[in-house]
């Protein structure tokens, strides 16, 4: 049996519109460079064996050139161009990514991951074939009613708030998303990847611990905390 093959999507194409910038946020400098940099560095020296980034439609020359030309990445195979919906990129990135047993879906908004949580996400799909990492909600969590008010409150030590990689067996969620892309009514609400292989319904999802740090960059305050996370984990690693 051969070595079993780990590639990775990195995902690089929102529109940040709650950024309040002319910039993409992907490319908004972040402790130094841009955000989007910093996931990549992880999964370069993760046990990830090669990467897909996929990048706003018409900006593949502009990356190509100034985000991985000056950087010199080895494990990044493919840089493909998403479409209008989350979902419609993660099906781009799973097209150009072949001949991969597994693979993790990382939003590149997530600059703070680390090697462990990927070896984590890896390691649960391994095992379970579906793997997503989060955390167990910290907050009271309130369902509303459609004018506003608290409808109920629901039990948090039920509740996590989920975040990326997601790590699938490849045929799974490349089977999942095929079928989601054949009719329009199945992309109904799919925000995440976990979702796709839920309404395809061959394969549970196992929940995984992720990082009360692995936050998802989408407003100007984001920033400053990513920052802030950031330069603390610098300071300890020079310790």
């Known amino acids: 049996m051969g070595q079993t093959s780990i590639g990775a999507v990195v995902l690089a194409g929102g529109k940040g ?5 002319q910039v993409q946020k992907q490319y908004l400098t972040l402790a130094g460079k841009p955000l989007i940099l910093h996931s990549l560095e992880v999964f370069e020296q993760s046990q990830v064996d090669k990467i897909v980034l996929v990048v706003g439609q018409g900006e593949k020359p502009w990356v190509d050139r100034e985000i991985l030309g000056p950087n010199g990445f080895r494990k990044i195979s493919a840089v493909a161009e998403g479409g209008r ?3 419609h990129s993660v099906y781009a990135g799973l097209q150009a990514l072949q001949g991969c047993d597994y693979v993790l879906i990382h939003d590149g908004a997530r600059p703070l991951v680390t090697e462990e949580i990927i070896s ?3 390691q649960g799909a391994l095992n379970y074939q579906a793997c997503v990492v989060g955390m167990p909600v910290k907050d009271t969590i309130k369902k509303a009613d459609p004018d506003g008010f608290a409808e109920e409150s629901l039990d948090r030590r039920c509740l996590w ?4 990689p997601q790590a699938f067996s490849y045929s799974l969620i490349r089977t999942a998303y095929d079928w989601i892309m054949e009719k329009e009514e199945r992309q109904a609400g799919i925000t995440d990847d976990a979702m796709a292989v839920e309404s395809y319904g061959q394969c549970g999802v196992k929940l995984a611990k992720g990082s009360y740090e692995n936050l998802k960059v989408t407003t100007p305050e984001d920033m400053v905390i990513a920052e802030a996370l950031l ?4 300071s300890l690693e020079r310790r």
């Open 120 to 122: 984590r996400a890896i």
């Open 161 to 164: 708030q989920i975040q990326t």
């Open 231 to 234: 330069k603390k984990r610098d």
């Open 17 to 21: 519109t709650r950024m309040n910038s």
């Open 85 to 87: 919906e989350r979902y």
